[in-house]
């Protein structure tokens, strides 16, 4: 399992190649995924360039709720120099909704996102820019105990003639995550998570194939939520080291 929580693009300074009025770049440092830059319809080749304002460690982009078409070619490059020059564009492997590259850290100041459309004509949208390190966990979560559950936000009411009215409103899932006898630096990694994100700031995970024989519809999915609890750890043993236990629960933002 792997988590994407320092986000560099947030304090970023941010440009894009075309926008649409109203759907700004700047709306991808915005924590809704709908606050959407959208681009323009003048050119095909789109790009999105974060400065960073210093050289930063990065290990992962990631570019969520966006309606980029199958065919359209994604690739991003990472340098210290704004011109580019001393780099090649790496490509994005396509897939709807959220798509992520994840690589060796290396240190840099600037990155460019580049969406070369099939036509000019074609607007194209993302939701959330994400830019920066990303945690690898030593140990992976249990089986027993996973759970994936969804709160529906609709409301129903009951008239006087017995009928029921719905007012139909966006869901959102929820994630118990448990990890068991994880080392030491895993427990504080999870810790120093919960301090600095709290229940206000969302991140990113993916479960990877680690559950892959519960056959879970979200072992591959990248999940953008935020904590529903600060995570807790307790003490479960020793093997020369201390061991501990923690269940990580999250909301899934939308």
Request: glycine share 6%.
């Amino acid at each position: 399992m792997r988590f994407f929580h320092t986000n560099l693009a947030d304090a970023a300074t941010l440009t894009a190649s075309t926008e649409t009025d109203g759907y700004a770049v700047e709306n991808l440092q915005h924590s809704f995924l709908q606050k959407q830059w959208r681009s323009g319809t003048s050119i095909a080749a789109e790009s999105i360039t974060a400065d960073l304002g210093s050289s930063q460690e990065v290990s992962a982009v990631i570019l969520a709720a966006h309606d980029i078409a199958i065919g359209d070619e994604v690739t991003f490059e990472l340098s210290d120099l704004d011109d580019f020059s001393d780099t090649e564009p790496q490509p994005f492997e396509w897939r709807a909704g959220t798509m992520l590259a994840v690589f060796p850290a290396v240190q840099v100041r600037y990155v460019r996102v580049n969406i070369t459309k099939s036509a000019a004509g074609n607007a194209v949208s993302v939701g959330r820019l994400f830019i920066g390190p990303h945690y690898q966990c030593a140990e992976d979560p249990e089986h027993d105990g996973y759970e994936v559950a969804h709160t529906d936000l609709s409301k129903s009411a009951r008239s006087i003639g017995g009928q029921v009215y719905s007012e139909i409103r966006n869901g959102y899932r929820t994630f118990k995550i448990p990890f068991e006898m994880i080392p030491g630096e895993q427990a504080e990694e999870f810790f120093s998570m919960g301090e600095t994100l709290g229940t206000h700031t969302p991140l990113f995970f993916q479960v990877q194939d680690s559950l892959a024989d519960l056959n879970s519809d979200v072992q591959d999915e990248i999940v953008y939520a935020r904590f529903r609890d600060v995570p807790k750890r307790a003490n479960k043993g020793t093997d020369g080291s201390l061991l501990w236990s923690m269940s990580l629960t999250f909301n899934e933002d939308i």
